[in-house]
């Protein structure tokens, strides 16, 4: 099979008696998996700090005290695409919440109350069936599961998210358990709600400033400010008369710097 | 090659069909394994039970002179018959004591398709015609497997194999049942429908069909097949050709393509079943992928085991056919398992059948195929939507987590943030085709016309609190003077808040809102539920959603 395959088809070769043109989906030449297979979506605010997309295989830790809704933005769009997520842990998630900020409440499985000792177990196998896990990091572990989740993540190309509202460090002993976790770690800190006054209005909005680093964002800090969530649930990017963080010109670069990125890793992994 | 399409294709003729039947055989089975599974299993006239996961699987009769019924819990078992024998159950033992049974019908023909441990069937038209009859036959089937298995068989005959199971099931012991060619539907006309229960893939339609006054089958094939597939759909309709005598199973299987089969060489030859069933995996897998690639699923496989010597040992299995009612299984693991039994069955058979060397060559190769709609996935449907990845994952969960522990999200509708949606149980719902109302939107905007929330009056508009507490924590809303603040029955707040305490931790009041009231079910004594709500920003940039109800203040929700 392989040799049939790196030898020039004899049909071509002989009728054009020339090289015939490089198509992107030839078996020969397609790399083992497009970069856009290598990521999961991300909603448009968000682009500026996953130029690519949420990496398959990465495991990200969101922590701040607006984690909750970053987390369910980050991954809403991956869910309205298509990709299956568990949520593990997490009884008081507000699922109003979750669907105005866009999860796709049909493609979601909660997982509660699981038992401490088949917890490891358990982890595994949704990480071998779903998409993303999102794991409340309410749960105490140790550096060794992590480790090996972590690890299953990234052979199953699964998003494996845990978030606390602690801060970088855990406020909890649960939480400072999951200290070392993620490849990723994304800082959402609440920058205040807009709409309340004194006895009058309602919560509107919120202004959130996220912070990316870690690993696999490739050397160099992100950051951007959001309406999270906005007047309508929803997230919205944050449009401010001096930009902060990235210059919206910048975006598509960026990403078509990062798709390159993803397969040039590819290559380099086959 | 074209993959048959056997929904489009008239029905052809069922197949006459010899089925036998070994009652009890996981007794049998117990009582015949050469390492004694428990003290006194042998004793003939002990009562007998196997128990799986605690329950009854099948007992003697002995046993169920005592009531001891399939399904009783061991504990309940044992109380009613103190002296019960009980064992535990091992497919894999019952599967290698029938090799006996198998290999003395294998005199008769080659062809014996095993259904399960303690059912086998084979298609009569060959032999019968040998034999003289399908009388003679189903007597000569009846000896011999009577003499190999140590107890009375039932052997029924009749057209397809599901009919000839019925057959057999009212067979008595030691004088088959032949159903003559085209009477099945005269044969079956007088029988109640719950006779079925067991044989047939969903036992809650018999259940319908007997209360809506249809007690017999005959009763059933009396409707006509239009009314019947309008009402309980294609299973309906499976039932329905069932209670007319024609074979329910040519509805769905087809001959398999000639090309697809998978053969693999084991060298050195192996002398262990678990090592032919690891090589077995493997090609197992090459085969249900090289049927999946043409939209196929294997329903009957042949294995063939060939030895260094040349001998060579052919079975036909059913892989979970619509009879068993099992949890969700990969068709491979199916295939290992069933190898397995076969090279477990054949080493440790009768002495004169044994191979004299280790196994060189396992050939897998299709009997009977069907259109591959996920039928491994059960009750889910399997229709594209949730991969399969998923369904697996759910399964297995259940198994680690209990069953109530997997839940799904359905848009339920309230006032209150923990009213918007409930859970249910992932096992309760069909996770491929699910769709879940869109909150808080109206019929116009949805895309497609689809179904919208129902407006609830009274709900707090959007955005909604991403944290909603399980239980209320107590907390107190507080004035300048330290005094708690109350609010009146019209909605009124007795002074302006300026602190909150929740959990002993005192945080300043930097925005508020509200009350907004709330009355619900006030025609209900018991469930009315009156609240004020209150939105709080504090010092710390939190926000949170604050209600009084029953003379005191808690806090339901937070913004995180």
Redesign the interface.
């Known amino acids: 099979m392989s040799s049939e395959a790196l030898s020039p088809d004899p049909e071509t070769a002989s009728a054009a008696g020339r090289v015939s043109p490089w198509r992107p989906d030839d078996p020969r030449v397609r790399p083992l998996a497009w970069a856009s297979e290598r990521s999961l979506p991300v909603s448009a605010p968000f682009g500026g700090l996953f130029p690519a997309g949420l990496p398959r295989g990465a495991s990200i830790r969101v922590v701040g005290?607006?984690?909750?809704?970053a987390v369910?933005a980050m991954l809403a769009a991956a869910t309205g695409a298509g990709a299956?997520l568990?949520i593990v842990g997490w009884?008081?998630?507000?699922?109003?919440?979750?669907?105005?900020l866009g999860v796709?409440?049909?493609?979601?499985?909660?997982?509660?109350?699981?038992?401490a000792a088949?917890w490891p177990?358990?982890m595994a196998?949704?990480l071998?069936?779903?998409d993303l896990v999102l794991v409340a990091s309410q749960v105490p572990s140790t550096p060794s599961v992590l480790r090996r989740l972590s690890a299953r993540a990234r052979e199953r190309g699964s998003v494996l998210l845990c978030f606390h509202?602690g801060g970088a460090a855990g406020a909890s002993v649960a939480e400072r358990s999951w200290q070392g976790f993620g490849d990723v770690v994304v800082e959402a800190s609440?920058?205040?709600?807009e709409g309340?006054?004194?006895?009058?209005?309602?919560?509107?909005?919120?202004r959130v400033s996220l912070r990316v680093e870690g690993r696999r964002v490739m050397g160099r800090r992100r950051s951007s400010e959001m309406w999270l969530?906005?007047?309508?649930?929803a997230v919205e990017a944050f449009q401010a008369p001096s930009p902060v963080g990235v210059v919206p010109g910048d975006v598509p670069q960026a990403s078509a710097r990062g798709a390159l990125r993803a397969l040039t890793s590819v290559e380099a992994g086959a | 090659m074209k993959a048959p399409d056997p929904q489009r294709q008239s029905p052809p003729e069922p197949v006459r069909t010899l089925v036998v039947v070994c009652p009890d055989w996981p007794v049998v089975a117990a009582r015949h394994s050469p390492s004694a599974v428990a003290p006194g299993v042998a004793e003939p006239a002990a009562p007998v039970a196997v128990f799986s996961a605690n329950r009854v699987v099948a007992s003697n009769a002995a046993a169920r002179r005592d009531d001891v019924v399939v399904g009783l819990r061991r504990r309940e078992a044992q109380r009613r018959c103190p002296q019960l024998v009980v064992v535990a159950h091992d497919p894999d033992r019952d599967a290698r004591a029938f090799e006996a049974v198998a290999a003395a019908l294998a005199t008769l023909t080659p062809r014996i398709e095993i259904t399960e441990p303690g059912v086998c069937s084979f298609a009569t038209r060959g032999p019968s015609r040998y034999h003289g009859g399908d009388a003679d036959l189903a007597r000569l089937a009846a000896e011999r497997a009577t003499a190999a298995a140590g107890v009375a068989v039932l052997v029924g005959v009749a057209d397809g194999p599901v009919v000839a199971r019925m057959a057999a099931a009212h067979a008595e012991s030691g004088l088959p049942r032949v159903v003559p060619p085209g009477k099945a539907a005269d044969f079956l006309d007088a029988l109640p429908i719950a006779s079925l229960a067991g044989l047939v893939p969903e036992p809650d339609l018999l259940v319908t069909l007997v209360g809506l006054g249809l007690s017999t089958l005959g009763a059933f094939a009396r409707l006509s097949e239009r009314d019947v597939l309008g009402r309980f759909g294609l299973s309906g309709v499976w039932l329905h050709r069932l209670s007319r005598g024609l074979d329910p199973h040519l509805l769905r299987s087809g001959d398999p393509p000639a090309d697809v089969a998978a053969t693999a060489e084991i060298d050195p030859p192996a002398l262990r079943a678990d090592s032919v069933a690891f090589t077995a995996r493997t090609l197992a897998e090459d085969l249900v992928e090289a049927l999946g690639g043409r939209g196929l699923a294997c329903r009957d496989i042949v294995v063939t085991l060939q030895t260094e010597h040349g001998e060579s040992h052919e079975r036909v299995w059913r892989l979970d056919g619509p009879l068993s009612s099992d949890r969700p299984r990969s068709p491979v693991a199916l295939i290992a398992e069933r190898v397995r039994w076969q090279v477990d069955g054949w080493l440790s058979g009768p002495i004169g059948a044994r191979p004299t060397a280790g196994v060189s060559r396992v050939v897998l190769a299709p009997a009977a195929v069907e259109p591959a709609r996920g039928r491994q996935l059960g009750f889910w449907g399997g229709e594209a939507g949730a991969g399969e990845r998923v369904l697996r994952a759910v399964a297995r969960l259940e198994g680690l987590v209990g069953a109530d522990a997997v839940r799904v999200p359905e848009t339920a509708g309230g006032r209150e943030p923990a009213d918007a949606v409930s859970l249910v149980k992932a096992a309760a719902v069909d996770l491929g085709s699910r769709r879940v109302v869109k909150l808080g939107t109206s019929p116009a905007n949805v895309p497609g016309g689809g179904v919208a929330a129902p407006p609830w009056p009274g709900r707090l508009p959007a955005p909604s609190p991403s944290l909603v507490h399980e239980r209320p924590q107590p907390a107190e809303v507080i004035d300048a003077v330290g005094q708690p603040i109350e609010v009146s029955a019209r909605g009124e707040l007795s002074a302006t808040p300026v602190q909150v305490r929740i959990d002993k931790t005192h945080h300043r009041v930097v925005g508020w809102a509200g009350p907004w009231l709330l009355d619900e079910r006030w025609w209900d004594a018991d469930a009315r539920r009156r609240s004020a709500r209150l939105q709080v920003a504090l010092s710390d940039g939190s926000a949170h959603l604050m209600a009084r109800s029953q003379q005191r203040w808690w806090l339901i929700a937070t913004y995180a």
């Open positions: 005290d607006a984690a909750p809704s369910l299956w568990a009884p008081d998630l507000g699922w109003g919440a979750a669907a105005e796709d409440l049909a493609r979601t499985v909660a997982v509660h109350p699981v038992p088949s177990n358990a196998a949704l071998d069936g779903f509202t609440a920058r205040g709600w309340l006054h004194e006895g009058a209005g309602r919560l509107r909005r919120r969530p906005s007047s309508l649930g």
